[in-house]
């Protein structure tokens, strides 16, 4: 009983966010376009400078895009949260007979379905580029789950630092390490290309094996050992920055 009164409740939150971040269109054009110009950009102007042998630099470079994407779009669950938490709304809502847990849950649901309709929006694009995928039904469902996966725990990252920040300026910083992983790591460019220092950081962070997977299965390749280490990075995250959340959150609201 109390889990469907959870539920229930997390979608009234989750309702209430989408309907207020709906009405902030310049967001939602920023979330989307931003990835779009990068895409283009890389594409077309520097594009023809890189070397990623057989696979052309679109099929190429679509998986760091849709997590360049996933790292802007979670940036606003950020803001968000700290605006609700400085405004004194998350006070009023515990005043309230609702399951408390169910006002960080909104705000990640609504992450979630923002971040699913910026993906598709980057394919959707991706395709009249050029982008032409081999995977079968299988890598699909592996490639799209990784990339939900790595919402959940970008989005954990973006509650935790939205309770933490003492402004609503400060709330969005952490999105600019995760862009800095993205950019030094083989999101744009193979790896065999960087100096021997960079390239053993870029191999080793979280962004590599991610983008690794998801390349992979997209382009018709099967799960292996990158996709495992991926999806134990996701999980690794999600459990430290659910867990730090849940423990700030606690904290502000006694």
């Known amino acids: ?21 709906t009405r902030s269109i310049d967001t ?29 630099y679109i099929n190429y470079i679509v998986p760091g895009i849709l997590l360049f994407c996933i790292a802007s779009g979670v940036a606003y669950s950020s803001l968000r ?4 938490l400085t405004k ?12 408390k847990a169910s006002i960080l849950g909104g ?4 992450s979630l379905v923002f971040n699913v309709i910026s993906l598709l929006a980057i394919f959707l694009v991706a395709f009249g580029m050029g982008f032409r995928p081999k995977a079968d039904m299988l890598g699909w469902v592996l490639a799209i789950g990784i990339l939900l996966l790595s919402v959940l725990a970008f989005t954990w990252i973006a509650v935790t630092f939205g309770l933490l920040a ?6 969005g910083v952490f999105s600019y390490i995760l862009m800095l ?8 460019a193979p790896t065999d290309s960087m100096p021997s220092a960079i390239r053993v950081f870029a191999e080793y962070q979280p962004m590599t094996p991610l983008i690794e997977s998801i390349r992979s299965l997209l382009l018709g390749g099967t799960a292996d050992k990158t996709t495992l280490v991926a999806v134990l990075w ?21």
């Open 166 to 171: 003492k402004s609503f300026e400060g709330a």
């Open 181 to 188: 992983l993205l950019f030094v790591s083989s999101a744009f």
């Open 28 to 56: 939602i054009i920023t979330v989307i376009a931003m990835p779009i110009m990068i895409m283009l950009l890389f594409v077309y102007i520097f594009g023809g400078a890189m070397n990623t042998g057989d696979v052309s």
């Open 1 to 21: 009983m109390k889990f469907i009164h959870f539920l229930g409740d997390t979608a009234v939150m989750s309702g209430r966010v989408i309907r207020h971040s």
């Open 107 to 110: 705000h990640v649901v609504a």
């Open 234 to 254: 996701s999980l690794a995250i999600l459990g430290f920055f659910w867990a730090s959340a849940m423990r700030v959150y606690k904290r502000r609201m006694k």
């Open 88 to 99: 004194g709304i998350f006070e009023r809502f515990h005043s309230m007979p609702i399951a």
């Open 81 to 84: 949260i700290n605006n609700d």
